[in-house]
């Protein structure tokens, strides 16, 4: 029996397997290198990166919720310059994709950390988080309109020497019409999804638990909606989709690519399990070749309908 060859590509990309870590519950990759060998990921997606260093938001800004957590850790991060300065040379030793996740409170500010990571060595893909607040307009996050996810995704293509995956925020009424205005716009992937904007409640002290009162949502709470919501924009756009939301193990994975994304990212199970998405890699790796499914590749976007009989 042969073993399934577990090669993605996501457009120009090139990935040994369809597992990534997502952006924020990672760290910079380094921080899990005494846990994971990081070589045998399809790829890490270090945490979002803006133009300045930024402290986040104050404590508390983390808390359980049923099956998931919420967090409103306000983007904390190095700043470009300690990031290429620091963090870089030693993600260049990997043998992964490194994705870069960059956000900013302007499309100018989006444009200048694209611009800062030109001619990096090392760095395979730039994510674009479009789920912060806009400063520009009264702090809607850029993600909840189409045409200013439209106008981030242009910006960031017109600096950006690297393929562009547009993340997608799932707080809006319908992620087909943002997934469409950024691939119009000339995303080269979309990955979803980010949190769910959510809230809870101290009720002896009457308080918010989170700080900054409400956080985004993640964990198995959110997966029947990332995988619905993955389900809907495969079907609208012609890019590749990387998807997410809530994965825990190989089997929750599986749904993402059977529903066809070409890649899983992985987030809030690395808090409970560092080494979950060796794991992931190989349970999916399993299930295919124990069904002598030869790659990986077959399995993405094989859903069936429920009345077909294959
Ligand atoms: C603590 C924390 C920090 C995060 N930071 C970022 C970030 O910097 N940029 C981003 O695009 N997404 C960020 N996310 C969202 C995750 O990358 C992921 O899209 C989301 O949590 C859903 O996946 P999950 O349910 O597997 O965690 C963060 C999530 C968590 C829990």
Same mark, same amino acid.
């Given at each position: 029996?042969?073993?399934?060859?577990?090669?993605?590509?996501?457009?120009?990309?090139?990935?040994?397997?369809?597992?990534?870590?997502?952006?924020?519950?990672?760290?910079?990759?380094?921080?899990?290198?005494?846990?994971?060998?990081?070589?045998?990921?399809?790829?890490?997606?270090?945490?979002?990166?803006?133009?300045?260093?930024?402290?986040?938001?104050?404590?508390? *800004?983390?808390?359980?919720?049923?099956?998931?957590?919420?967090?409103?850790?306000?983007?904390?991060?190095?700043?470009?310059?300690?990031?290429?300065?620091?963090?870089?040379?030693?993600?260049?030793?990997?043998?992964?994709?490194?994705?870069?996740?960059?956000?900013?409170?302007?499309?100018?500010?989006?444009?200048?950390?694209?611009?800062?990571?030109?001619?990096?060595?090392?760095?395979?893909?730039?994510?674009?988080?479009?789920?912060?607040?806009?400063?520009?307009?009264?702090?809607?996050?850029?993600?909840?309109?189409?045409?200013?996810?439209? *106008?981030?995704?242009?910006?960031?293509?017109?600096?950006?020497?690297?393929?562009?995956?547009?993340?997608?925020?799932?707080?809006?009424?319908?992620?087909?019409?943002?997934?469409?205005?950024?691939?119009?716009?000339?995303?080269?992937?979309?990955?979803?999804?980010?949190?769910?904007?959510?809230?809870?409640?101290?009720?002896?002290?009457?308080?918010?638990?989170?700080?900054?009162?409400?956080?985004?949502?993640?964990?198995?709470?959110?997966?029947?909606?990332?995988?619905?919501?993955?389900?809907?924009?495969? *079907?609208?756009?012609?890019?590749?989709?990387?998807?997410?939301?809530?994965?825990?193990?190989?089997?929750?994975?599986?749904?993402?690519?059977?529903?066809?994304?070409?890649?899983?990212?992985?987030?809030?199970?690395?808090?409970?399990?560092?080494?979950?998405?060796?794991?992931?890699?190989?349970?999916?790796?399993?299930?295919?070749?124990? *069904?002598?499914?030869?790659?990986?590749?077959?399995?993405?976007?094989?859903?069936?309908?429920?009345?077909?009989?294959?």
């Amino acid at each position: 029996m042969s073993v399934t060859d577990m090669k993605v590509t996501i457009g120009s990309l090139e990935l040994k397997n369809p597992v990534l870590t997502a952006s924020g519950t990672f760290g910079y990759g380094r921080e899990f290198s005494p846990l994971v060998d990081l070589n045998l990921l399809g790829g890490i997606v270090v945490k979002g990166l803006s133009l300045k260093p930024m402290s986040g938001n104050p404590p508390p *800004r983390i808390v359980e919720t049923p099956c998931g957590m919420l967090n409103a850790i306000g983007l904390a991060n190095v700043g470009l310059e300690i990031f290429l300065k620091e963090k870089v040379p030693w993600l260049q030793g990997l043998d992964t994709a490194v994705v870069v996740n960059i956000y900013g409170h302007s499309i100018d500010e989006y444009s200048a950390v694209a611009e800062g990571l030109r001619g990096v060595e090392g760095i395979s893909a730039i994510e674009v988080n479009i789920s912060c607040p806009n400063v520009e307009c009264g702090g809607m996050a850029f993600g909840t309109d189409p045409d200013v996810s439209a *106008r981030v995704t242009e910006a960031v293509l017109k600096k950006s020497d690297k393929p562009v995956i547009v993340k997608l925020s799932p707080n809006v009424t319908d992620i087909r019409a943002v997934a469409r205005a950024v691939e119009k716009a000339g995303a080269n992937a979309i990955s979803l999804i980010n949190t769910l904007t959510g809230m809870a409640i101290d009720i002896d002290r009457r308080v918010p638990k989170l700080a900054n009162i409400s956080g985004g949502l993640s964990g198995p709470a959110i997966r029947p909606v990332a995988v619905y919501m993955v389900y809907q924009v495969v *079907r609208t756009v012609h890019i590749p989709v990387i998807g997410g939301g809530g994965i825990m193990d190989y089997r929750d994975a599986l749904e993402f690519l059977i529903a066809g994304a070409h890649a899983v990212q992985v987030g809030t199970a690395n808090f409970v399990n560092p080494g979950v998405s060796m794991d992931i890699i190989e349970g999916i790796r399993k299930f295919c070749t124990d *069904r002598g499914i030869d790659r990986i590749q077959d399995i993405i976007g094989s859903l069936r309908t429920r009345n077909s009989n294959a």
